[in-house]
């Protein structure tokens, strides 16, 4: 299968609104995790999370559409526009039948959902806004920055718990292999600070509780770990044929060039323990790529600090790298911000190609002492590597397993 060219980042992330800024939180190790003050979260077990305060000063969206779409949209239109723009794309110049959106995420559109419900049962049906319908469902991010750009052509949305951007990367990828579409937006977007989103996110039975030091508070791999934090967030990429942007004399910053997708099949939520088919996944993804496994300079880790899923990616990587596991480094950027459920595979890519870019490893934060060693893990400060090659791993309850090989150009 073809590599394809990714050749611009839109990035809105509580550790900043655009690669620059985000990345200088990233590397510099900033933790962007604070206590829920928007709504009353008292009564929540987990009361923290990752958050966006200054989302309008970056829109580009107008307030008559702003009324009619949910965060997780707009979140996703501001993203779509950096990417293109740091593509140099004018989608105007597009065929639009040849464009296409590829995204992921995980439970939709609340805040806008949750709003209207109240006003009906306050109110009755004429409160409830007609645009309810279309506001909330997890492909309205797809329709609505299809709508704006006038973008026409295959796409998809994909609902694959936190593995779901990851996996929309992946299905964009071999639809532009088959030279399907000339240009495809791929990624993922979450907003699931609201009083339904944060209730269901409880109810994983993997939500950190440690509410009192919220920095400190998301901690995977470490033996103090308690679960994972939410966050909430976009990450989009441009996708396109490596000849094309070469033809377009484009910024070339990553190739995708393996992917690979398997399930545990053994539990409704729960993972395998013993990481066998998340093995199998990072195997396919590396056979795709048609790299050697030490070929890896840098494994950006799914990280959920719950000891099952943690020490099963840690037994899968150890079983796929043998003993070259303990001299890849490894991360979990992610603990700085949060887990952005359905968008924390992408934002994880975008992460992990600025990491190629400066040849820096981020680091993993509030790891103190690994609850397993084994692993060359980046905690506390980042480490200086050239990477050429990395893994991106990603999952999802069920035991959605999925992996992408990304190379630098």
Not at 10 to 38: L, M
Not at 96 to 124: H, K, Q, S
Not at 172 to 187: E, H, P, V
Not at 330 to 340: A, E, I, T
Request: proline fraction near 5%; hydrophobic fraction near 40%; charge should be neutral.
């Amino acid at each position: 299968m073809n590599k394809i060219a990714v050749t611009g980042i839109g990035i809105v992330a509580p550790s900043g609104i655009g690669k620059r800024p985000f990345w200088a939180n990233i590397k510099a190790g900033r933790n962007f995790i604070k206590e829920i003050i928007r709504f009353d979260a008292s009564l929540y077990p987990s009361r923290i999370a990752g958050q966006i305060d200054d989302l309008d000063a970056y829109t580009h969206v107008s307030e008559r559409l702003l009324k009619k779409i949910d965060a997780f949209s707009h979140m996703t239109l501001i993203a779509s526009e950096m990417a293109m723009r740091d593509a140099g794309i004018d989608i105007q110049k597009e065929d639009p039948n040849l464009v296409g959106i590829f995204l992921g995420n995980a439970i939709g559109g609340w805040l806008y959902a949750e709003t209207e419900l109240r006003d009906l049962y306050r109110e009755g049906r004429e409160g409830v806004s007609p645009y309810m319908a279309s506001a909330w469902f997890p492909a309205a991010p797809q329709g609505q920055v299809s709508i704006y750009y006038g973008i026409k052509g295959f796409s998809k949305t994909i609902v694959a718990d936190r593995a779901s951007s990851l996996m929309a990367l992946g299905y964009a990828r071999k639809t532009l292999s088959k030279d399907k579409l000339n240009l495809i937006l791929a990624g993922g977007m979450e907003a699931p600070v609201t009083p339904y989103a944060l209730l269901c996110c409880n109810t994983y039975g993997c939500l950190s509780k440690n509410n009192g030091n919220p920095q400190s508070a998301y901690r995977p791999f470490d033996k103090k770990r308690d679960g994972f934090v939410i966050g909430e967030g976009a990450g989009i990429i441009t996708m396109e044929n490596v000849e094309r942007a070469k033809a377009r004399k484009a910024n070339i910053q990553a190739v995708i060039s393996g992917y690979g997708t398997t399930c545990d099949g053994i539990d409704r939520i729960g993972p395998a323990t013993d990481g066998k088919e998340l093995s199998r996944a990072i195997r396919m993804s590396l056979d795709d790529a048609k790299v050697n496994s030490r070929d890896i300079d840098y494994i950006s880790l799914d990280g959920l600090a719950c000891d099952d899923w943690d020490n099963g990616e840690v037994g899968a990587i150890k079983e796929v790298f043998g003993n070259y596991a303990k001299d890849i480094p490894v991360s979990c950027p992610k603990s700085m911000f949060g887990n952005l459920l359905g968008a924390s595979g992408a934002v994880d890519v975008i992460i992990a190609i600025l990491a190629m870019e400066h040849n820096l490893v981020p680091p993993t934060t509030n790891l103190d002492t690994p609850a397993v060693n084994g692993l060359n893990y980046a905690a506390g400060s980042p480490i200086e590597r050239k990477i050429n090659k990395a893994l991106v791993i990603s999952r999802g309850r069920g035991g959605i397993n999925s992996a992408l090989v990304i190379e630098k150009p």
